[in-house]
Nanobody, 120 residues
Framework: QVQLMESGGGLVQAGGSLRLSCAAS????????MGWYRQAPGKQRELVAR???????NAADSVKGRFTISRDNARNTVLLQMNSLKSEDTAVYYC??????????????WGQGTQVTVSS
């Protein structure tokens, strides 16, 4: 079994910053991609940013230049630094990890979600 634990959400004023963290634990052999999705009320879940095990990244156009994704492979952790936050960034943010477990099961695992609220 694999668990993802998120932290770092909260309430911030427009123009402010937050950093989200997500740590994976459990029966992990290897983690391929890690990343963040978000879901705002009444909208579909959308990709925010992802990062490969080699460090290649891609991000939604709406967050490019403001959000930075990084990871620590030794700690199975992915970070999302969010700067210049806007009210439209308000959403529940979900961490995910593409995991190959020690029992050779290949599966996408998800965190429980963390609320980010940006007040204008």
């Amino acid at each position: 079994q694999v668990q993802l634990m998120e932290s770092g959400g909260g309430l911030v004023q427009a123009g402010g910053s937050l950093r989200l963290s997500c740590a994976a634990s459990g029966r992990i052999f290897r983690i391929n991609d890690m990343g963040w999705y978000r879901q705002a009320p009444g909208k579909q879940r959308e990709l925010v940013a992802r990062i490969t095990s080699g460090g290649s990244t891609n991000a939604a156009d709406s967050v490019k230049g403001r959000f930075t994704i990084s990871r620590d492979n030794a700690r199975n952790t992915v970070l999302l630094q969010m700067n210049s936050l806007k009210s439209e960034d308000t959403a529940v943010y979900y961490c995910y990890a593409d995991v190959l477990s020690t029992s050779w099961a290949h599966y996408d695992y998800w965190g429980q979600g963390t609320q980010v609220t940006v007040s204008s």
